[in-house]
Each structure stands twice: as C-alpha cells, then as structure tokens.
C-alpha cells in the first residue's frame, strides 16, 4: 500500500484498504471478536485488549486513509479518543503501533477455517441449521497441523464461530468425512441444547441451578469471576 502511495498507483491503495476492511477485518477479525464484545464481562481483559487492538488499527487506518479520502479521515480523527494532533493531515508518518502475527500458523488456520465455512453453508443451505453456532466440528489432520490448531485449545470453536471443535489424528478419521488440503473434517448440527446468552450449544447448558438456561461459561462470566481468553 505505502508503494503504491509513493509511486501515485492510488487505485492499488484503493484496492489494500479496500481488501483490508472487507476481508481481513470484516470477514475475519471482526467477525471472530464479536463474542467477546457481547459476551464476556464489560472490563475483562479479554474484551478490553479486543478493544485495544482496534483502537490501534484506526490509528493505523485513519492515517493510510488520509491522502485519498481526506475529509472522512479528519472526522474520524476528531471522533477518536485520546491525546492528538490538530489535524490528521498535519502527521508526518505512518502508524508503527501494528505488529504482523506469525503468518505461517495462522494461515493454515485460516484455511482450514474457509474450507469448514464451505460445509457450514451447505447445511444453512439445506436448513439443517441456522447459523454456524447451530454446528459442531472435527478435524483429523497430521501432527504438524494437530499443534498448530490444538494449541488454541478451546478457543478454536471462536475461530470456527462453531459450538464446538474438535482436533483429532488424521489416524482417527471416519469414512465419511471431507477433504481438504492435508486435513479431513466432519460438521453436523449440534444435539446440546443452546445457551439463550452466547447461542452456543454446549453440555453443561443448565448445570447450574439459579441459571438454568446458561452455559457454564456464561454463568462464569455473569456471576463468577469471568472466563479468560488469549486466543480468540
């Protein structure tokens, strides 16, 4: 993007914001985040380092937005919380306060996540569910990419915007099963009863007795001292 800045290519600038908001946030993080914003407690870490990152990432975005569309940057700079600068036209660089994850892992996951995604749309398709929380996954795959998704732990199931998702050896896979690129998987709607909080179907819906319609996570995070999260 800054390249294409720097040789007045602005339709390519165009084309990264453009890609950026739709796919990477739109499509992925934002989408991912969601949960936490609704569902965890108002000044948990959780939610309030979700809301961190994307203080940063406006801070980022209102300035690669600046040279081309520059009155909309300016209202959002003056919209911004914080200590600033008069003007963000006045600024005489770019944001550094971004850091790129470890591309490798976690595209995998990703990839792994657009071929469950496939499937999902497939049984909204055919009605067998409602939205993706209405599913479950399991995942058989090698030992590289068993470590690579296991150590999400359960935080996976956020990722998959799923009920549940599970890992298991590429050893263990069923007959019936779809194939992706190195990985095979399953997805069926979920028999656990659904959470009226977080629409996830879990086990333990009810198991608490002055809540008997939350998950346990949630009865934690309403009334107990909230559930951590460092993943997703």
């Known amino acids: 993007m800054l390249k294409g800045y720097e040789n007045y290519h602005f339709h390519v600038v165009y084309q990264k914001v453009h890609h950026f908001c739709a796919v990477d946030m739109g499509s992925l993080y934002l989408d991912i985040i969601k949960d936490r914003q609704y569902t965890c407690q108002t000044n948990s870490l959780a939610r309030r380092s979700a809301q961190t990152a994307l203080y940063h990432i406006v801070e980022a975005l209102v300035r690669w937005l600046a040279p081309i569309l520059s009155f909309t940057a300016e209202d959002i700079w003056r919209s ?26 976690w595209e995998k996951i990703f990839e792994v996540r657009e071929a469950v995604n496939k499937e999902l749309e497939k049984l909204r398709g055919s009605e067998a569910i409602g939205s993706s929380l209405d599913a479950e996954v399991d995942i058989y795959c090698d030992d590289a990419l068993y470590t690579q998704l296991t150590a999400l732990e359960d935080e996976l199931r ?49 198991s608490h007795p002055e809540h008997p319609e939350l998950c346990g996570r949630c009865v934690d995070n309403v009334v107990g001292g909230g559930e951590q999260r460092r993943y997703a």
Do not use: N
Request: hydrophobic share 30%.
């Open 80 to 105: 911004m919380p914080g200590k600033r600068g008069e003007s963000v036209l006045l600024e005489s660089s770019w944001y550094d306060g971004l850091f790129p994850y470890p591309d490798e892992t």
């Open 158 to 206: 956020f990722v998959f915007i799923s009920s549940y998702a599970r890992v298991h050896p590429a050893s263990a896979k069923p007959e019936q099963v779809v194939t992706g690129e190195g990985f095979w998987f399953q997805v069926k709607p979920s028999e656990h009863p659904k959470c009226v909080r977080c629409w996830h179907h879990r086990e333990d819906v009810g």
